[in-house]
Nanobody, 126 residues
Framework: QVQLLESGGGLVQAGGSLRLSCAAS????????MGWFRQAPGKEREFVVA????????YYADSVKGRFTIARDNAKNTVYLQMNGLEPEDTAVYYC???????????????????WGQGTQVTVSS
């Protein structure tokens, strides 16, 4: 089992920045590919970005490309999501997720992920 705990959400004005963190613990936590998803009220869960187990490869949704950056520190079992140029449309609950396979992580489908955090709220005001 892998436990994931997100932090760093909050309220920010449009154009501002936030950095989310996802701390992983449990069995072989550092050997999982990681992803971030988000879900806005009344909308389906949306893929945001994924990072490979090594941290070398990343895959971004078009909606966040150039604004968001994912990184991981395997020594700390932590994944980060730096969000710049935030827009009101980015308002959502952001979830961290883990999966053992890089290929599955880069599918962009939450159905392939094995473990999920509880989510952290990000609100962007206009």
């Amino acid at each position: 089992q892998v436990q994931l705990l997100e932090s760093g959400g909050g309220l920010v004005q449009a154009g501002g920045s936030l950095r989310l963190s996802c701390a992983a613990s449990g069995r072989a936590a550092a050997t999982n590919a990681m992803g971030w998803f988000r879900q806005a009220p009344g909308k389906e869960r949306e893929f945001v970005v994924a990072i490979s187990r090594s941290g070398i490869n990343t895959y971004y949704a078009d909606s966040v490309k150039g604004r968001f950056t994912i990184a991981r520190d395997n020594a700390k079992n932590t994944v980060y999501l730096q969000m710049n140029g935030l827009e009101p449309e980015d308002t959502a609950v952001y979830y961290c997720a883990a999966v053992r396979s890089d290929e599955r992580a880069f599918s962009g489908s939450g159905d392939y992920y094995d473990y999920w955090g509880q989510g952290t709220q990000v609100t962007v005001s206009s």
